[in-house]
């Protein structure tokens, strides 16, 4: 199943998709909120759709996450590409909320900076929360997968040791179109991941090729945090982002960046430049 949240006529709501329809779950099924209907975990209602997708904006699938937890180097290729030795341990930094849009919406290309790259990556819904995970158990904590553009502003990340900045521009990030259910990926090593810039392929790679599969990031998340339902692990971005190409090749207005998993779909988003602020 294929839940999502959206604005209609201005006004927020969650479903599922059935077919080109989005059936409303928000005044039949418990939660005020996708992630509250997860956390609750009541059951799907198996309704025809009450308006077409055409209605609706889509976004990001879980809009309150408690936390958006990312991992960094955690494919070989673009450890190799960023010049860094293979991690021991998941190299794990915080995204913010409202540093992230849904699908459709505009990606904003910060004034300051002209290097603004993108990061294809799968990402991780929580379902179950809980600490101290067992890998072998992680699979009993997902409510599926989505798709995420893990967008970075570098000169901003390579500023410190640490990257926050650099990850938490006002919607530089983008998360959907929706959320898969885990029934219908009963294992994310079998996906595949491209990323697209003005339809060109800029990243490919399996989801097997992760250094630290899924169920060892949920295990090791959980181990310095409690898990709760609807935080997000987005799991890391393979070799080809525009910052390592030679001349690097950054984001501009007009770009189409296209985030695509096999089996959850395609995020799109076209850049555009961020206003400059009023004179104070």
Known sequence: MKLVSFLRNGAPGFGCINGDGVVDFSARVEGRSLREHIEIGSAHPDLSADFSLAEVKMLPPIM????????????????????????????????????????GAPLIRPYISDQYDYEGELAVVIGKGGRHIPAASAARHIAGYTCYNDGSVRDWQRRASQW???????????????????????????????????????????????????????????????????????????????GARTPPVWLRAGDRVEVSVSGVGTLCNVVEDERLPAVQ
């Open 64 to 103: 309150e996450p408690r936390k958006i937890l990312c991992v960094g180097l955690n494919y070989r290729s673009h450890v190799l590409e960023a010049g860094h030795e293979i991690p021991q341990f998941p190299t794990i930094f915080l995204r913010t909320a409202n540093s992230q849009v849904g699908h």
């Open 164 to 242: 926050g900045p650099g990850k938490n521009f006002t919607a530089s990030g983008a998360c959907g179109p929706w959320l898969v259910t885990v029934d219908e990926i009963p294992d994310p090593a079998l996906l595949e991941l491209t990323t697209r810039v003005n339809g060109e392929v800029r990243q490919h790679a399996a989801i097997s090729d992760l250094i630290f599969s899924v169920s060892a990031l949920i295990a090791y998340c959980s181990e310095f945090a409690e898990l709760e339902s609807g935080d997000l692990i987005v799991t890391g971005t393979p070799g080809g982002v525009g």
